[in-house]
């Protein structure tokens, strides 16, 4: 790759190239938050530059949307914590644009494609009026054809670094995750999403 990157995201087009994106410099440090992006062409086996994010994030989510562009959303800014903005990446362009603004929010959340073209973003660690980080239970669904996120039903509990799976009936499970709080309090509750 044309940089070190840890805290990034890899997408696999439809084209069968590799979208990676943002992440970080650090070597045990918070390094340098990235707004770069190269795409992996496994055809050739080279890595290519292609467009900036209109800003830099790790710990975001990158999803492969229907039409066959990336959402990308959110997640950490150095030491800055998250701002609540998103892009969409253009295959065909090799560009990023800016979406909506996200309700909450929020890193280490999960960001589920589902069945009708939306996207279901549920749960991560946000922060408070403090500016301290706090777990979050809310979830809210981006829409591709608006471009914009709208908050949905929350979560039963809070979670972080969790998994959700579309399954086939359109349901999403959310398992698993941290509820947050000092010691640090891992979970092995489920929930669906429908």
């Known amino acids: 790759m044309s940089s070190v990157r840890v805290a990034h995201t890899a997408t696999l087009l ?32 080279v890595f290519i530059p ?16 229907q039409d066959g562009r990336v959402l ?26 800016p979406t909506g603004k996200m309700a909450t929010q929020r890193w280490w ?12 973003i549920a749960g991560g660690e946000g922060m408070d009026a403090d500016r301290n980080p706090i777990d979050l239970a809310s ?3 981006y829409d591709p054809a608006s471009g914009t996120f709208t908050p949905t039903g929350e979560m039963a509990t809070v979670r972080s670094d969790h998994t959700a ?12 995750g941290d509820a947050g709080g000092w010691p640090v309090s891992y979970l092995s509750t489920s929930e669906l999403y429908h």
Do not use: C
């Open 14 to 45: 439809q084209d069968g190239r590799v979208l990676i994106a943002g992440g970080m410099t650090g070597n045990g440090n918070i390094g340098e938050t990235l707004a770069s992006a190269e795409l992996y062409d496994p055809a050739r086996g």
């Open 50 to 65: 292609t467009g900036t994010m209109t800003t830099e994030r790790a710990d975001f989510t990158a999803t492969l949307l």
């Open 72 to 97: 990308v959303a959110d997640g950490v800014f150095g030491d800055r914590g998250s701002r609540g903005s998103a892009d969409l990446y253009d295959p065909a362009t090799g560009t990023f644009t």
């Open 109 to 120: 959340y999960t960001a589920t494609l589902l069945a009708d073209g939306r996207v279901l």
């Open 139 to 141: 979830a809210e669904l």
């Open 165 to 176: 799976t579309l399954l086939a009936d359109g349901r999403v499970l959310i398992a698993g």
